[in-house]
């Protein structure tokens, strides 16, 4: 029986009307993989936060190595031998790999000491990089990395890890996985966040599991089904998405020969993209992050102009028109970054809600804003959407990251646009939300929608999917009825391989 690296008991956090966290207590072994389960807003943000010195609990106590542990910051944390990956990445684009790192010790060697460290300890844990390469060109996965192996260089007791994969493609999870398996069998302990519950399974040897608060079990994810775990999150059955079977109707959004080149130094050019997607179709975009997601999500929402090529809504051309002009002709988007792009954290829902709902839910009339309204549209969102927080008066950067996107992808679905853009709709949600939001979606389409969803997610695409198109180094392939795909054909494609390799492997 392996001992104990860290002991919870009592932990309790409480923010004006949410009680984050209530009476947890629990234990990590040394050596083991512990999950931490729970639909969003359960609690585990601040869970974590508190073991890694950014919150202070307001009772409990915790024990590191039998000894009393209260970090007043993280630095103490770090000290103390606990290290977190986090969800967003704190990188500089600007700056290279070693100078990132750097950034995050307390006491850098030299620039030329660290690098050695970096190739050494990043070869070791079978996840190579370069410290001279400038981040900014790094894939996601390679920026996860740089993450990693920041945290290794301070040989961790602890290993923290927030939804480490959402931005991985599956040989990169693969790759992330077995450096995980190498530090338990060294004696590191890991804990686990994540909602992808197969991953869980996989990965982990023991899981807790919370629900508004309450630690409300624990199991084996080895011999727990993924579905089993998720109704235990979430205290209900799990609902799992219907898909209509119609005709898809005429077409409503044409793309035809769309160029523009790369927004930034970092950005990825949009290469002669033509597609059509017609009402009642949900078209799936996939792609390994970096690929020029971003950027067709800001050309057809009007957020970046494009130097070549047509954009049309119904035969009408919006291509010349910004983003107001286009959601007020009936095309939404909901981009991949919540916090600061698709929110204001700082602004209170129901302004969210004001920001792109103003017109096409008539939240503004002769020049002044109708804040009862806007009021009740966040309302609705917050109620129709499942979105956990005390009301529509708190900011956005209250809520949990998982809460936050439903509160985003609601507003843009409960508008019920001719058109609706949107980039990882599921990001960072619990099974069960991604269900539901899922749901939504088909729905929408269903009631004659043309819905475009780029997703790196490829089992969420498969699900909900009409037609799939792969988009590599800012060219889309010809789309192709998603039924039927292969994952290695689906890989041939993110890959940028041409339909005769497709049909090869076909035959």
Known sequence: MTSTLLELDGLTKTYPGVVANDDVSFAIRKGEVHALLGENGAGKSTLVKSIYGLVKPDRGTMTLDGKPYEPAEPRQARAAGIAMVFQHFSLFDALNVAENIALGMENPPALRD??????????????????????????????????????????????????????????????????LRLLRSEGTSILYISHKLEEIRSLCEHATILRLGKVVGTCDPRATSARDMAEMMVGATLHVPEKADAAAGEVVLSIKSLSAPAPHQFGTALRDISIDVRAGEVLGIGGVAGNGQDELVAALSGEMRTRTGTISLNGTPIGRMGPNERRAAGLSAAPEERNGHAAAPDMSLTENA??????????????????????????????????????????????????????????????????????????????????????????????????????????????????????????????????????????????????????????
């Not at 050494?120 to 990089?129: A, M, R």
């Not at 400038?134 to 260089?153: K, M, N, P, W």
């Open 114 to 179: 660290l690098a050695k460290r970096i190739r050494d300890v990043s070869e070791q844990y079978g996840l190579p990089l370069d410290p001279s390469r400038v981040v900014g060109d790094l894939s996601a996965g390679e920026r996860q990395r740089v993450e990693i192996i920041r945290c290794l260089l301070q040989d961790p007791k602890l290993l923290i890890m927030d939804e480490p994969t959402s931005v991985l493609t599956p040989q990169e999870v693969h790759i992330l996985f077995e450096t």
């Open 354 to 507: 004001l920001m792109t709902g103003a017109v096409p839910m008539g939240l503004v009339e002769r020049g002044f804003l109708r804040w009862a309204k806007a009021r009740s549209f966040a309302e609705d969102i917050i109620k129709t959407f499942d979105v956990r927080t005390p009301g529509p008066q708190n900011a956005g950067r209250s809520l949990s990251g998982g809460n936050l996107q439903k509160f985003v992808i609601g507003r843009e679905i409960l508008q019920r646009p001719k058109v609706l853009v949107v980039n990882q709709p599921t990001w960072g949600v619990d099974a069960a939300a991604a269900a539901s939001i899922r749901q939504a979606i088909l729905d929408l389409a269903a009631d004659g929608a043309a819905v475009v969803v780029i997703s790196q997610d490829l089992d969420e695409l498969m699900e909900i999917s009409d037609r799939f198109s792969a988009l590599n180094e800012g060219r889309l392939s010809a789309p192709r009825p998603a039924r039927g795909l292969t994952v290695e054909q689906i890989g041939l494609l993110l890959g940028g391989a041409h339909d005769m390799e497709v049909a090869h492997v076909e035959a």
